[in-house]
Structure formats: structure tokens, C-alpha cells
């Protein structure tokens, strides 16, 4: 099992729907990290939380620290959010980030 | 202020070269990490660096692959006698520092194709 599982792995969506993404993870963590890929593009820092909840934009995450369990959704979704979506973790004990599978966006209009 | 960047962006190498991928951190950065991306698989963790050191290369393969970070300019990622296998997105990510509150800034990657 891996230490971070996203769910779905694929998504597809109608413009302006609410998209909800989940993370959840098995190791104790400092921190998590929502990314986002767009193909063969770099990768973008979206939010890092330790807890409760951060808003930027149509873009809100949150997290369970006891539940060891994060989602990320996006309001009003608009094809340009077509992406990879990646949750990754950095560990407690260490700095390196440990990567979910991504999830596969796709908004149509 | 300039992000991450890496050069370059797209390499290909046949069988038996070297490849050499470049990391300019954030300004102001002296931690910089590698991580690679493989088809159709998520990004894998492969070594940290500080300045003239490696902390954690515990992602390194044991052959053919090393790191470095030197005092002066980019860090590098030096492939040697490169394989098919070895086709894939690298990644560098910097931090100004270490910690939990540390933000990564990733740069464009360089896509190495084997051929």
C-alpha cells in the first residue's frame, strides 16, 4: 500500500461543477502539499497545509490531521483547471516529499 | 525574482551517453531536492542536497546516477552510460530552508528521452 492514495484517479467534469479530490495518507507528516501538472509542464505549488483550511481563489484545501486525510476542490470549474492534480506529504521525520499517484482532471465546456 | 530553473528543458541521449541536468535554485535558496517523474507513474523522491553536501540520496539508483550541489552555481543530476529506463520528467525543487513550514518550489523539469 502506499503511504499516499488519491481518489479518483481520473475525473471528468462539465464546466462550472464543484470538484472535490481526495488525499488520504498512512505516515505521520509535517505537512502537505496540493501540486498541480499541467502535461508536460512543471509543476505548481497550489497550498501547503499543516491544518484546518486554506482558500485561494476558486481553490479551497483542507485537512484532518486525525484522520490523516486532506481534499482539495475547485468551485466553479472552468476547462482551464484541466490538469494533474498531486498531493504529496513531507514526513515528520525527514524533508523529502512523498507523492500521491495524481489525479486527472478534465473539464469540459 | 527568477524561480527554479533547469536546463535544459527537453535532452535526449542515446544509449551509453552521459546526460547532465542543470538546477539553478531560488535566489536565497541552499536546499534543492531532485525528484523523478517515470511514464505513467507519479514523481518518486531521489536525493537532497545543501550546499556541499548530500543529506538524503536514499532515492539515488546505486549505479550510474550521482548529485552534487556546489558552493558556486547550479546543482547537477549526471546520468552516466544512460538507458531506456532512464527516459523520464526530472524535477528540482528548492526551499530557502528546512523544516515543516517549508515551501518547495519545483522548477519546469527536464525531460530526458532515450533513444
Known amino acids: 500500500k502506499n503511504e499516499v492514495e488519491q481518489s479518483p484517479q481520473n475525473l471528468t467534469a462539465q464546466e462550472g461543477e464543484f470538484i472535490t479530490i481526495n488525499c488520504s495518507y498512512s505516515v505521520g507528516i509535517s505537512a502537505l502539499h496540493w501540486l498541480q501538472q499541467h502535461p508536460g509542464g512543471g509543476i505548481v505549488s497550489l497550498f501547503m497545509l499543516s491544518s484546518g483550511k486554506k482558500k485561494h481563489g476558486r481553490l479551497i484545501a483542507t485537512i484532518n490531521i486525525q484522520e490523516k486525510h486532506s481534499s482539495l476542490h475547485i468551485t466553479a470549474s472552468h476547462p482551464r483547471d484541466s490538469a494533474v492534480y498531486i498531493c504529496a506529504v513531507r514526513s515528520e521525520y525527514g524533508n523529502k516529499l512523498v507523492f500521491g499517484a495524481g489525479t486527472i482532471l478534465r473539464v469540459k465546456s | 525574482n527568477a524561480g527554479v530553473m533547469q536546463n535544459p528543458r527537453h535532452l535526449v541521449r542515446r544509449r551509453g551517453q552521459e546526460a547532465r541536468l542543470r538546477c539553478s535554485p531560488m535566489k536565497g535558496h541552499s536546499h534543492v531536492y531532485w525528484y523523478r517523474q517515470l511514464p505513467e507513474e507519479g514523481l518518486k523522491f531521489m536525493v537532497y542536497l545543501q550546499k556541499e553536501n548530500i543529506i538524503d540520496e536514499s532515492g539515488m539508483p546505486k549505479e550510474r546516477f550521482s548529485a552534487e550541489f556546489p558552493k558556486e552555481g547550479p546543482s547537477i543530476l549526471r546520468i552516466q552510460q544512460v538507458v531506456r529506463g532512464d527516459s523520464a520528467a526530472y524535477f528540482c525543487?528548492?526551499?530557502?530552508?528546512?523544516?515543516?513550514?517549508?515551501?518547495?518550489?519545483f522548477g519546469q523539469g527536464t525531460r530526458l528521452t532515450v533513444v
Open positions: 525543487a528548492s526551499s530557502p530552508m528546512t523544516g515543516s513550514n517549508t515551501e518547495a518550489f
